[in-house]
């Protein structure tokens, strides 16, 4: 065989499609074929379907349950309720939050939508008339959906269960339906600072409750057999791993005899991270019947019983020199966690990361309590596209700045200019005890700034509110201004933990002898496209092309133990893991080599996909060369074959940040908002694939888009969920979505392998403020503070009204 | 339920079933054809995820009963292009990065493939309102776009060449 002329070195890295490369996606061609393997998509022989029978009250006694006619449908194979799962102590589940949550109603319903009797039938269909039949005798108890009437002395008791205990999963409860405070910071500096402050300004901020609602709802298919003991259970699980490790606890069936299997998710955003009762019925159904039991939840069960987001109501108070140097910042939290605490965070944060409130600014001092709180609402709380409340905190931040500049009758981004976290402060302690890692602000706002021209925007919007007094116009500019500091990765083993499972991620990865590979992770894509990015960091580590390596997650039974894809993490954790891995990988193969080319290990170095001898270019052998001898010769002190496996558990969290600005026109008539131009600066650190980045931007801005300018899970004073399909919760169209512009800066985590921060909830996380931001901003010169989200037409045309601008 | 008895034609290929006349088309076509590319998103028709074109128009296969198809000629994801002969709209959507998590895509380019024959040659904003009946929650809609003005300009020159 001819030698083939020898490739370039630049031809080398760009085969290898490593990091840095918009590599396209390996997922899309399943997914734009229809081959894509979502949970509903499964069908397994003899297979039955369940479905809920749930409450329509949001506060009510069940006095009796009568499933005689459900049962009676020819196909029903069986009903649950409370009382058939009481002798497994399945009738209730521990939350993530250290509390418990009904499966199904015991006793009384706390929210409506809640789980009373679970129906399981041969068919869909069937399943859902005979849950129409189950006859459930409700006597209806006063509704609280107010999280503040919910602490009054005389408010009814919801949770009876907890009747008399003071004290919970975070500390004391000082009233019946208190759930825990939790507090940051120094309270008794930062009230001496705002109390002797030259200026202080105050304000409550509301983040509404909103939903993920993922396009694919939640669901799975248990199936246990009864031959070999063995639970299979096929699900929407964002942490599939922890999954089975619950599936134990609760089941007693040792954990080697759970498979959780995440298939293809059609998105989570935080949505499919908790355990919901669908999936303990569907599992025990399962045990019970013998057979594979399927449960798909429907969209108005999605948005009304699963997994609602944000609820804070943040009472703020900033303090400032006069000219503009933040010296303290205090917020008080009344949080509403619904009926049961089953928010999703690490087990010592209750609230999250909510106290990295500071931002992207020095602040000397800083206090923060949140106060969690039951009412008649759905249980959840979960981190919609959010690293476990930093959506809220960022808002926060975000809005108290501009409420400051306008007591201080100051320009917003100067304002954040000069008060920002400057470059040589890294790594930076802030005041509620966090270390960022990295950052440079200033870099980042000054180019936002550049690029939309934002003194020839004031100057517009200067003009435009001129024309406007002068009756030449009626619609207002508004200029959003957003700059936003993440906290994701979690997190370091020592104080993050699920359930008691430290929040490491994993990678395992085998070489074959051809020179192809398999690297499995312990987190799950949702969309992300971690088949592609993975194989990038792993070529980039290894030198062998990312189109020659797989990457599966999602299989316990495969996949090495991690704590799943949310809050971020999957990069700085997982990606870290998968660099760890190969550089164990190339650890070996360096050996390997030295062996083959006789020379000793310290004579080589590492050049893109090859080990080559010091001094002698012409002399190497590749990662296959390697890979190949690894299996088929016989190598002193080595052991045969090619493998590695990294546990790892991060040192610290990473601090992405970004700059977005939202320039928006505002029709005080209609309350019409229309985008006309979105600039999204983010830092990410050491960008993996840009196109990919590019998209999760594009995404996440457009969940942001949504949740400030229309989305709400909202009640009525009753309890009834008023928003509960996709006709009155807003999910914006390509129609309404405008174009965005993204940049980035690149300023690595000094503490990632590859120096990666993660992005996919940057846009959230900066896009809701940045819209937000520009509604008010809109209506700064006629005298508007603060007014709640979602800002969708009539409450837009609600501010113009009450400032008067109607006339 | 006394069932009815229906033929459909599903990507070129003759089905007889019997089906209860209340069966929604978009199980017909997944459970009893085990052809999974089109979603069930919302089962109100505001998602668009179950898109298929029938007798030539897109129509929300959960909001359509499986008797209201009699007679039909239907085609799916499963029918548009095929694995080494990928339609235009496929490539495109690859090539542009116009998905993610994968759930509405099968309704989306089943949308853009009747859509692009609608209107060979859309502007910008043609496409973002002919869209609009399908919802998507990763990709904020820029890189859908993209794709589709792209397949557009790509299946215009091979109609060009061609004629």
Known sequence: MNELAPISREQRVENLKGLGCSRKRVEDVRFTQGRGNYVDDLKLPGMLYGDFVRSPYAHARVKSVDKSAALAVPGVVAVLTAEDLAPLNLHWMPTLAGDKQMVLADGKVLFQGQEVAFVVANDRYVAADAAELVVIDYEELPVVVDPFKALEPGAPVLREDLDGQTTGAHGDRRHHNHIFLWEAGDKAATDEV??????????????HRTHPCPLETCGCV??????????????????????RTVASLLSGIEEHKIRVVSPDIGGGFGNKVGVYPGYVCAI??????????????????????????????MKGRIAATKDGRITALSCHVTADHGAFDACADPTKFPAGFFSIMTGSYDIPVAHVGVDGVYTNKAPGGVAYRCSFRVTEAAYFIERMIEVLAIELGMDAAELRRINFIRKEQFPYQSALGWEYDSGDYHTAWDKALTAIDYQGLRREQADRVEAFRRGETRKLLGIGLTHFTEIV????????????????????????????????????????????????????????????????????????????????????????ATAMAGRKIRAKAQMIAAYLLEVHDGDLEWDVDRFVVKGAPERFKTMKDIAYASYNQAIPGVEPGLEAVSYYDPPNMTYPFGAYICVMEVDVDTGVCDVRQFYALDDCGTRINPMVIEGQVHGGLTEALAIAMGQEIAYDEIGNVKTATLMDFFLPT???????????????????????????????????????????????????????????????WKIAHDLGLHG | ????????????????????????????????????????????????????????????????????????????????????????LQEAFREHHGLQCGFCTPGMITRAYRFLQENPSPSEAEVRMGMAGNLCRCTGYQNIVKAILSAAAEMNTVKEAAE
Request: a negative charge; one cysteine or more.
């Open chain 1, 222 to 243: 248990a199936s246990m057999d009864a031959v070999n003991g063995k639970l299979t259970v096929h699900g929407t699980f964002q942490a599939p791993h922890v999954v």
């Open chain 1, 194 to 207: 705002i109390s002797s402050a030259e200026v202080v300004a105050e304000e409550m901020v509301y983040y």
């Open chain 1, 734 to 796: 390509a129609w309404e979505t405008p174009h965005y512009t993204t940049d980035f800066t690149e300023t690595p985590s000094p503490h990632h392998p590859i120096g990666a921060k993660g992005v996919g909830e940057s846009p959230n996380v900066g896009g809701v403020p940045a819209f937000s931001n520009a509604v008010h901003d809109a209506f700064r010169a006629f005298g508007l503070r603060q007014s709640h989200m979602p800002h969708d037409h009539w409450r837009v």
């Open chain 1, 489 to 576: 990765g979690a997190g370091p083993v020592k104080n993050c933990d699920i359930l008691g499972m430290g929040m490491f991620d994993s990678c395992e990865i085998r070489i074959h002898p051809t020179g192809s590979a398999v690297a499995r992770l312990g987190t799950i894509s949702q969309g992300q496209g971690h088949a592609t990015t993975f194989a990038q960091i792993l070529a980039s580590e290894i030198g062998l092309p990312a189109d020659s390596i797989t990457v599966e997650e999602g299989d316990t039974d495969t996949a090495p133990y991690g704590l799943g894809t949310y809050g971020s993490r999957s990069t700085p954790v997982a990606g870290a």
């Open chain 2, 1 to 88: 339920m006394s069932k009815m008895h229906l033929k459909l034609t599903v990507n070129g290929e003759a089905h007889e079933l019997l089906a209860e006349p209340r069966e929604l088309l978009i199980h017909v076509i997944r459970e009893r054809l085990n052809l999974t590319g089109p979603h069930i998103g919302c089962e109100t028709s505001h998602c668009g995820a179950c898109t298929v074109d029938m007798n030539g128009r897109s129509v929300k296969s959960c909001t359509v009963f499986a008797a209201q198809a009699n007679g039909a000629e239907i085609t799916t994801i499963e029918g548009i292009g095929a694995p080494g002969a990928l339609h235009p």
């Open chain 1, 284 to 313: 025990v159904a399962s045990i019970v019947t013998g057979k594979p039991v399927k449960w798909i939840e429907d969209r108005m069960e999605n948005l009304t019983a699963t997994a609602f987001a944000r609820d804070y109501w």
